[in-house]
């Protein structure tokens, strides 16, 4: 064990550290100031460590990456400094001297999505909960700057959209690396850390900054009355097979159990609503 704190921990093997999120008490990951402190230390502890190669950072909970900001960032009262704080943090990430993975399985929604963007590469579980974007329609952790240099001018319209995207829809706008299915996740990130090994291939690093005092400013003057935590999608069968977050084997199975399960049993998994289509 690398790095051991309430919300965090880093663990390494064979030269591979992994960055765990897990933040008991809460539905799904989301960082305010303490843990966003917590993220710092541990990414220190895999900078000062000379043997590691690689990070890859995930959730350690069943359903979530990280959803975004902790409700309770509503009470902080300097914004601006909130942001700058993270900003230094997130470039810590993009900064570190060695490949860095975000393997995301489940809500990867806005600081959530910044985290991600902070990461070399981004391998995508392309399931009905997986999704990526910026519903609250703002940046405020150098997610814009990151964004910008894969989407070109049209990341800016993006994030003011608050549209989201499934795991394959963000692949193929050269947003994530790989997408792929629940079943195939343990062998497709086994086999892109070993592809790492065999042909290491660590960005040149240029500390870039461009746009984090204008994020800054925005997130200070936003009103964050609606921030909270946000899980999952509500889409019928045919929407979700068009979008990519199920494949047809998935979609099959998934009326099947509709079919084959009582009523009440169905409303257990409220992060995702499959409805069936006439």
């Known amino acids: 064990m690398l790095f051991e704190s309430t919300h ?15 933040f008991p ?5 989301a960082l305010d100031a303490p843990r966003l402190k917590e993220l710092d230390s541990a990414l220190a502890a895999v900078e000062s460590n000379v043997f590691i190669n690689a990070l890859v950072a995930r959730s350690a909970k069943p359903f979530g990456f990280c959803a975004g900001l902790h409700p309770n960032v509503v009470r902080v009262t300097d914004r601006a400094a909130f942001a700058h704080r993270g900003q230094r943090v997130f ?21 959530g999505f910044e985290l991600a963007l902070a990461c070399d590469h981004r391998l995508c579980v392309a399931t009905p909960t997986t999704h990526l974007g910026f ?4 940046a405020c952790f150098g997610g814009s700057n990151r964004l910008r240099k894969l989407m070109g001018k049209s990341a800016s319209a993006f994030i003011e959209s608050g ?6 829809e963000a692949r193929d706008l050269g947003l994530v690396d790989r997408a792929f299915c629940a079943r195939r996740a343990k062998i497709e990130l086994r086999t892109f850390l070993d592809e790492l090994e065999r042909n290491p291939r660590v960005p040149h ?3 870039d900054e461009t746009g984090f005092a204008q994020e800054r400013r925005k997130f200070a003057r936003i009103e964050l009355s609606g921030t909270g935590f946000q899980t999952g999608v509500s ?25 084959t399960t009582p009523p009440a049993a169905i409303t257990e998994e409220p992060a995702l609503t499959i409805r069936r289509v006439a």
């Open 8 to 22: 965090v921990r880093v663990t390494a093997e064979y030269g591979v550290a992994t960055l765990w999120l897990a």
């Open 25 to 29: 008490g809460d539905p799904v990951n």
């Open 91 to 111: 470039s810590r990430l993009s900064n570190l001297p060695l490949t860095t993975v975000a393997f995301i399985d489940g809500p990867c929604l806005g600081v």
């Open 135 to 138: 519903p609250d329609r703002f």
């Open 205 to 207: 690093r240029t500390p």
């Open 163 to 168: 549209r989201t995207l499934s795991g394959r």
């Open 235 to 259: 889409l019928d069968t045919d929407t979700l097979l068009a979008r990519g977050f199920i494949t047809p084997l998935e979609a099959e199975q998934a009326l099947a159990r509709i079919g």
